[in-house]
């Protein structure tokens, strides 16, 4: 038992530390093209602090642990929201309200929304099948579309590294999958200890754990003045985890939907973005730590 939660502490600090590498590598070379700030959080970063739900969902899915797999996706997604996009909020409000009448992430904030409701709707058959792993993908690359079209330029400190940049994505990569392993295997066996059920420990510790990422990524970001990646990147990693890794995942072994009670409090929390977007000043920071007492309470019922 004590190994099991060792190996889960290891896995989860190469899991962290990789995605680290692998956003600052994968940002320098998306910056030696020209790409926009805010459209490399959306993509390159949010798919880099994406890996290890890509990882450890899709490996569980392959290996039979379909309830940790999808518990981690959507534990996640709600970790993303409810825990670091709100810290940032509190951090530094401006960062997500509007600025001069318009709010700056509208139009990826509605993105996320048709991704959740997507990923939702499919859901409501019951199961996750090859026929919604298509669907999924299909509606991901059209959101991944759009974003490229409408991608802004802003001033927010990217750059490039060289040669550095490719041993950092090469490296991050190799450390995530490795920490992804030993985090699913610890987990299984930390589930079997206890008796709690995988889905649950995949929507609490497992979410909570591979969400690390998105934390100190865009909190770094925040405090660098990068607010662009930061929201940009809770935002795009969500959209990733629902259409890109449930549906990859899918497409291996189909995933039963143990209930939608989760999934509805996903789509919950999803919804509450809109006022952190749309408001400004005050209303934001009251917000904002609503949303992070909702998330408390929301693993104190996992919990209980």
């Given at each position: ?113 048709a991704a959740t409701a997507v990923f939702i709707g499919l859901s409501l058959r019951g199961v996750l099948d090859v026929v919604s792993g298509i669907a999924s993908l ?167």
């Amino acid at each position: 038992m004590i190994l099991s939660v060792v190996l889960f502490v290891l896995g989860l600090a190469l899991l962290i530390k990789g995605a680290d590498y692998f956003v600052e590598g994968g940002g320098g070379l998306a910056a030696r093209y020209g790409v926009s700030t805010t459209t490399i959080g959306f993509t390159v970063i949010a798919f880099g602090t994406s890996l290890p739900e890509f990882v450890v969902s899709v490996n569980a899915i392959a290996t039979g642990n379909a309830d940790i797999g999808l518990g981690n996706v959507v534990g996640s997604n709600i970790a993303n929201i409810g825990l670091v996009l709100a810290l940032c909020a509190v951090l530094k409000p401006a960062v997500v309200g509007e600025r001069r009448g318009q709010a700056p992430l509208r139009h990826e904030t509605l993105l996320m929304l048709a991704a959740t409701a997507v990923f939702i709707g499919l859901s409501l058959r019951g199961v996750l099948d090859v026929v919604s792993g298509i669907a999924s993908l299909v509606v991901f690359a059209f959101l991944l579309n759009s974003l490229w079209k409408s991608g802004r330029t802003e001033d927010e400190p990217i750059v490039s590294h060289g040669n550095r940049d490719y041993a950092e994505t090469a490296g991050g990569l190799i450390a995530v999958i490795i920490g992804a392993q030993l985090v699913l295997d610890s987990a299984v066996a930390i589930a079997d200890a206890f008796g709690i059920p995988a889905y649950i420990i995949g929507l609490s510790m497992v979410a909570v754990g591979t969400s690390l990422p998105e934390l100190v990524t865009s909190a770094v970001a925040i405090l660098k003045g990068s607010g662009g990646i930061s929201v940009g990147n809770i935002l795009g990693s969500n959209i990733f985890n629902l259409l890109f890794v449930m549906g990859c995942g899918t497409l291996i072994r189909p995933v039963p939907i143990p209930d939608m009670v989760n999934l509805a409090i996903m789509g919950g929390f999803s919804l509450a973005v809109i006022p952190l977007i749309w408001g400004h000043g005050r209303m934001i920071r009251v917000w904002a730590a609503l949303m992070i007492a909702g998330y408390a309470a929301y693993l104190g019922m996992l919990i209980i």
